[in-house]
């Protein structure tokens, strides 16, 4: 956040913020990858030795917690400046977009660098042939998202297209949960 508050012009806050914004999204996404999928026992030591390699678990999981819980705050207090006091529109629908995507695109990450059944790693396969497709998405949005007007005139066509127009609704999606492995 210093890299916000240090910005002397309004522009140049708002264009900081949602860079920080973006970065505190990807730094949080371990724990959020933990909790969807609900990893524990033995994967979750294979999970943490692929982003700490061969370091002591504990200290792994705790460094990360304390990762997780300071990006955390920190970016709700990204989205109170945005929604409250800078009125950036970027920082609404338009980053809920871009973290679903990336959400994605880490699970497609992680449930390959996870997968030990053949089940498990022909979905990673499959995965895989998408993941330069996630890339190439979470690229656009980033720019776009970066280079929107604070007050756009104009919407980012993905919030345009996700519009409720009232001749559809929302339905509910079960997802099926994964085995859990102790």
Known sequence: ??????Q????????ALRSTALSLLHRKAIFDYLRYREITGRKRHRFFTVFYGS???VNAVLAEHGNYVRCSSSYLCTQYLAE????????????????QWYAEYFRAYCDGALAES???KLAAA????LKPLLVHQLAEARQAILQMPQNPSKHWREVQIRKATGDTQKLRVQLAMPDRVN
């Open 1 to 6: 956040m210093r890299s916000v508050s240090g």
């Open 118 to 120: 053949e089940d498990e």
């Open 55 to 57: 370091r002591d678990y």
């Open 8 to 15: 002397t012009h309004l522009d140049r806050q708002v264009m």
């Open 84 to 99: 409250h006091l800078m009125e950036d529109y970027a920082l609404e629908e338009p980053l809920q977009i871009y973290e």
């Open 126 to 129: 499959l995965m895989e042939e």
